[in-house]
Every structure is written in structure tokens, then in C-alpha cells.
Nanobody
Framework: QVHLVESGGGLVQAGGSLRLSCEASGRIFSIYAMGWYRQAPGEQRELVAVETGGKTYYARSVKGRFTLSRDNARNTMYLQMNNLKPEDTAVYYC???????????WGRGTQVAVSS
């Protein structure tokens, strides 16, 4: 099994920054896609950023403010969030899809709250 654990969430003022981390453990054969999703209260889960096919894609609402990255040596994926807005308030989940290994792993989420 693949286990993902998010960290780095918290409360921040509008205009501030946070960096979310997602540490992976377990056997990963080949990453088809990895990224971050979020779910605000009363809303559907939405894709924030995803890396697949050697390219990174961002939701229109976060493009230019958020950056997806990874550190393979630390088995960790990051989401750098700058210029945060109240509408970014949500629970953020990391996801890793390994089609070769038959894994679609999700973390438990980390809360991000942006105040105005």
C-alpha cells in the first residue's frame, strides 16, 4: 500500500503564504499523476495542481500563485501557496496515481484557512 501524509496547513492572513507537504511511503512503481486537490465547505472537490505526462497543470484560480514541486530524495511533494486569498480556504488533499502498481492514493487532508 501507498500511504500519503499531508502537513503544513494552518491559518494565514490574506496575502500570506503557506507550503504544504505530502510525504509518501510504500512501494511506488511508476507515477502516472500526482497533485493536490481541495474541498471547501459545501463545495465539490476540485483539482488544484497536477503533474502528469511531464507537465504541470494548475486550476485557473491558483495559476501564478501556487507551485507544485517534489523532492524525490525525501519522497515528498509540495504545494507552495503564495498571495493566499480567503477563497483558498479548504481542506487540501494530496494524491498519487500509480497505474503500474494499481495505486490511487490519497492523504487525509490538511486544513488551510485564509482570513481577511
Amino acid at each position: 500500500q501507498v500511504h500519503l501524509v499531508e502537513s503544513g496547513g494552518g491559518l494565514v492572513q490574506a496575502g500570506g503564504s503557506l507550503r504544504l507537504s505530502c510525504e509518501a511511503s510504500g512501494r511506488i512503481f511508476s507515477i502516472y499523476a500526482m497533485g493536490w486537490y481541495r474541498q471547501a465547505p459545501g463545495e465539490q472537490r476540485e483539482l488544484v495542481a497536477v503533474e502528469t505526462g511531464g507537465k504541470t497543470y494548475y486550476a485557473r484560480s491558483v495559476k501564478g500563485r501556487f507551485t507544485l514541486s517534489r523532492d524525490n530524495a525525501r519522497n515528498t511533494m509540495y504545494l507552495q501557496m503564495n498571495n493566499l486569498k480567503p477563497e483558498d480556504t479548504a481542506v487540501y488533499y494530496c494524491n498519487l496515481e500509480d497505474r503500474q502498481g494499481g495505486n490511487d492514493a490519497w492523504g487525509r487532508g490538511t486544513q488551510v484557512a485564509v482570513s481577511s
